[in-house]
């Protein structure tokens, strides 16, 4: 696990540790020293820390004029003993909204598990974004089966069209374009 680092292609144009407006503004990475792990696994430095013993984070584009934010995953998304989701929102999200982020694409490719609860702060976080929205990308056929399970498919938008970006080729504000299209055709058939 501490082989996988966040994807760095973007941050010649993004760096979440030199945006004032980002929840991670001058945080400082030591690559000399690994100290996060999950379940003693230790992860890349590189990774973000939200409050979770479980599930870390990067966020790999934010903009503030198009409201979109581009974040990574790594971990196991545990609701059920660490409520996972209370701190990514109450650590991240919130920020992120307050500061006009109204469009979410949350990549998943390095979630291992999850694990469910109430879908309260995944519903909290749908009425925060009121006409944008939040997508899931990359995530595992048997996670997404889980959020089915717990509901969470009324809140975040995944599978389809969604599973087949090649969103590391994309600039993010082209992948915004992809995304929000989708999106815009998957509402005008309802």
């Not at 939200?50 to 581009?70: N, P, Q």
């Not at 595992?140 to 969604?162: A, Q, T």
């Not at 970006?165 to 509402?187: A, G």
Request: proline content about 2%; overall charge negative; charged content about 25%.
């Amino acid at each position: 696990m501490h082989d996988i680092e966040p994807f760095y292609r973007w941050e010649s144009i993004y760096s979440a540790n030199e945006d004032k407006q980002s929840p991670f503004y001058k945080k400082e990475y030591d690559f000399t020293m690994y100290r996060n792990d999950i379940y003693g696994y230790y992860i890349h430095p590189y990774w973000d820390e939200i409050g979770s013993e479980t599930l870390y984070m990067k966020l790999l584009f934010a903009d503030y004029r198009h409201h979109v934010a581009v974040m990574e995953m790594i971990g196991e998304w545990n609701d059920t003993l660490h409520n996972d989701v209370m701190h990514l929102k109450r650590n991240v999200i919130d920020y992120l909204t307050q500061e006009g982020i109204k469009y979410f694409i949350v990549i998943g490719e390095n979630i291992m598990n999850f694990h469910g609860s109430d879908d309260c702060y995944y519903e909290e976080w749908f009425d925060d974004v009121e006409d944008g929205w939040i997508t899931a990308i990359g995530f595992r056929d048997f996670v997404l089966d889980e959020w089915k399970k717990y509901n969470i498919d009324s809140f975040i938008n995944f599978g389809g069209n969604l599973e087949t970006v090649n969103w590391r080729t994309m600039h993010p504000l082209k992948l915004f374009q992809k995304i929000n299209e989708e999106i815009s055709r998957r509402i005008s058939l309802t």
